[in-house]
């Protein structure tokens, strides 16, 4: 069964900082996804990391993938306000099942 | 990108009665199904599975007679939930899926009361 364990499950930081979500799946996969929730909201997509050794950045926002350390970080630069919000981070188990989440990780940005 | 419909956003019922909520896929066809539900402050915990013209499948420890979930159609998926109690008051979303990645619905805050 794959498990999905993200950490920090709670993150308060202050504005310019930088931090970084880690994101640990226990079996084989190529395939690892970021959302953002915001309260009351559904998901947002954030990136889609689709093989090994992917980096993909939006605006203070870097996500990267090891396949082979089964370990996604999401990296948060000079941290802003606007990013206070839930990140998950989910894992495709073989092409087109279902997706197994993470605990989600609460980052508040403090001013 | 691929758009999701779901209604409704929000809806309040008394016990005993049932909801019905409706998810549709505007510019794909949804091959696979998937119902998710999210209470307050965990993660999103998947319910069931279900593939046009197929009966779902449904995860352990949920009453697939209390969830009705009809998938007659590529573009247009229903979750029902029947008989309702306070106890499945949730956060209900769905995610299509057809070989455009994973997209989600809007979401339906179901209360119960």
């Known amino acids: 069964e794959l498990k999905v364990e993200q950490n920090p499950l709670f993150l308060s930081m202050q504005e310019g900082k930088n931090y970084t979500i880690y994101c640990n799946y226990s079996t084989t996969s190529d395939r690892l996804y970021w959302y953002r929730q915001d309260p009351g909201k559904s998901l947002e997509s954030l990136f889609v990391?689709?093989?090994?050794?992917a980096v993909k950045q939006e605006g203070r926002l870097m996500a990267s993938l090891d396949t082979k350390a089964r370990l996604s970080t999401l990296h948060i630069t000079a941290a802003v306000h606007d990013l206070s919000a839930t990140y998950f981070c989910?894992?495709?188990?073989?092409?087109?099942?279902?997706?197994?989440f993470g605990e989600g990780t609460q980052l508040t940005v403090n001013p | 990108g691929a758009v999701v419909s779901q209604h409704p956003s929000w809806v309040i019922c008394k016990s005993g009665t049932s909801v019905k909520i409706e998810c549709r896929s505007l510019?794909?066809?949804?091959?696979?199904m998937f119902w998710y539900r999210q209470f307050p402050k965990q993660s999103l915990m998947l319910m069931a599975t279900s593939n046009e013209g197929s009966k779902a499948t449904y995860e352990q420890g949920v009453e697939k007679d209390k969830f009705l979930i009809n998938h007659a159609s590529l573009t247009l998926s229903t979750l029902t939930v029947t008989s309702a109690h306070p106890e499945d008051s949730s956060f209900y979303i769905c995610n299509p899926v057809g070989g455009r990645g994973y997209t989600f619905g809007s979401g339906t805050r179901l209360t119960v009361v």
């Open positions: 989910a894992v495709e188990g073989t092409s087109g099942s279902r997706l197994t």
């Open positions: 990391l689709l093989s090994n050794g």
């Open positions: 510019d794909f066809q949804a091959t696979t």
